[in-house]
Structures are given as structure tokens and as C-alpha cells.
């Protein structure tokens, strides 16, 4: 694939990921100094949140608190109204493909999760 296709893909599609937002602990907790909640997005290719789930505990992975979310339940069951498959920009005469969302390593593979 040429340069140009590879920058189309990116400009058409959504990534997800989680973070940790570090919170204190309340004085009357001895146990430890922090603790931590995930924040999880989907972002498009504009920088703009699409989906936000937050409150997951920051001892949780990303993939398991992605899974259990409403939006990733939704996902894995294969009943999210995505666009139809369609032509990358500058490929009209390829294969039509699936929309996809991006997320690192951490995310279970599926047919609109790479």
C-alpha cells in the first residue's frame, strides 16, 4: 500500500484507549497513597470524543473494562450500525472494506478492532 492509502485509513477511522486518572485516597484509608479509575475513549480522526466510559478501577485492564462497557458490549456481539464497507479514498477500483477502530495491543482483535 502507497503512502497515501496508509494516511486515508488513518482519516477514516476511530481509536480507542484507556487511562489512568490518579486520585488520592481519603486521609482515613492507611492502606495506600492512590488509587487510580480508567478513562476510556473512542476518539475520530478530527481529536473529538465519540464514546466515554469512565468509573472502571484502575487495577482492571483496558481490554476487560472495554469489554464490559456498554459500547464494547455492543462490539463483540457484532450490533453496532457501523457504516456500510466501502472503498478507501484514492482505492475506488479495490476491495470495499469494513470501518475499523485502532487500539493497541492491549484490546481483543475483531473484525472492527484492529
Do not use: W
Request: charged share 20%; aromatic share 10%.
Amino acid at each position: 500500500m502507497g503512502i497515501s492509502i496508509i494516511s486515508n485509513i488513518v482519516r477514516e477511522t476511530c481509536e480507542v484507549d484507556g487511562k489512568h486518572i490518579r486520585l488520592e485516597c481519603p486521609k482515613n484509608i492507611q492502606l495506600q497513597t492512590f488509587f487510580s479509575l480508567i478513562l476510556m475513549a473512542i476518539c475520530d480522526s478530527n481529536y473529538c470524543f465519540r464514546i466515554i466510559n469512565f468509573g472502571a478501577y484502575g487495577k482492571s485492564s483496558d481490554c476487560n473494562v472495554f469489554k464490559m462497557s456498554p459500547f464494547g458490549k455492543k462490539l463483540y456481539s457484532n450490533k453496532v450500525n457501523f457504516p456500510p464497507k466501502r472503498c478507501l479514498s484514492g482505492d475506488d477500483q479495490g476491495v470495499p472494506q469494513p470501518f475499523i477502530l485502532l487500539a493497541d495491543e492491549a484490546f481483543a482483535l475483531n473484525k472492527n478492532l484492529l
